[in-house]
């Protein structure tokens, strides 16, 4: 789809709203010994044929802040998928398997540049453009 050059693709809204969620959604980190401090550690996976990306971490119930490795769940792909769903942390990116994938690997924690903008071109001129 093309977009003239006022517009912008929905998808770039989608994911900056994405990224905007995954850098707000823990306001603390869990630090593990020999690991760097972590929120999310996101997974991507491809699930009936929808790309998901979606935390591997999560603060146990009543965690209001504590680091300690002991107040978070560490848990594989398909439970996290789970654990994620429940609470609403489900990051859907459709068919669009690059930048879900990009995501994962953390192209949210920086500018939103580094996520796919889409196509954002002017619409190809008309031929009565070209009379005028």
């Not at 929120?39 to 300690?68: C, H, L, Q």
Request: no cysteine; hydrophobic share 25%.
């Amino acid at each position: 789809m093309r977009y003239r050059s006022d517009q912008v693709d929905p998808r770039k809204k989608k994911y900056q709203k994405y990224a905007e969620t995954a850098r707000t959604m823990r306001p603390f980190t869990m630090n593990e010994t020999g690991s760097e401090p972590s929120t999310v550690r996101m997974a991507t996976e491809v699930i009936d044929g929808k790309w998901y990306s979606y935390p591997t971490i999560f603060p146990k119930e009543g965690n209001t802040g504590s680091s300690d490795p002991n107040d978070w769940l560490v848990l594989d792909e398909y439970e996290a998928f789970e654990e994620a769903r429940k609470r609403g942390e489900l990051f859907e990116f459709g068919e669009d398997k690059e930048s879900a994938l990009l995501f994962g690997e953390g192209a949210w924690k920086g500018p939103y540049k580094d996520m796919p903008q889409g196509r954002i071109k002017p619409y190809r001129k008309t031929p009565l453009d070209y009379l005028r």
